[in-house]
Nanobody, 120 residues
Framework: QVQLVESGGGLVQPGGSLRLSCAAS????????MRWYRQAPGKQRELVAAITSGGSTNYANSLKGRFTISRDNAKNTVYLQMNSLKPEDTAVYSC??????????????WGQGTQVTVSS
């Protein structure tokens, strides 16, 4: 069984920074694209950023320049560096990854989410 576990969320003041991590563990053959999503109260979940196994990245237009996605393939971990945080960035942030397990095709797996609250 493969698990995705996020960490790094918390309370931060406007203008501050946080770095989220999401580590995949279990029997993993390979991981293709890894993504960060977020969902604010009363709003639909939105894609924040994505990164392929080769390092190509894609961001929500509204977040370019403030958020940076990266990954460590050796550690099966994806990161989200969030700078200049605003109250409207408050949300539950979840990671998603296309994971191949031995003997299986790729499946999209989700972490449990981590709360990010931006408030003074």
């Amino acid at each position: 069984q493969v698990q995705l576990v996020e960490s790094g969320g918390g309370l931060v003041q406007p203008g501050g920074s946080l770095r989220l991590s999401c580590a995949a563990s279990g029997r993993i053959a390979s991981i293709n694209t890894m993504r960060w999503y977020r969902q604010a109260p009363g709003k639909q979940r939105e894609l924040v950023a994505a990164i392929t196994s080769g390092g190509s990245t894609n961001y929500a237009n509204s977040l370019k320049g403030r958020f940076t996605i990266s990954r460590d393939n050796a550690k099966n971990t994806v990161y989200l560096q969030m700078n200049s945080l605003k109250p409207e960035d408050t949300a539950v942030y979840s990671c998603n990854a296309d994971v191949e397990q031995p003997g299986y095709t790729y499946r999209a797996l989700w972490g449990q989410g981590t709360q990010v609250t931006v408030s003074s």
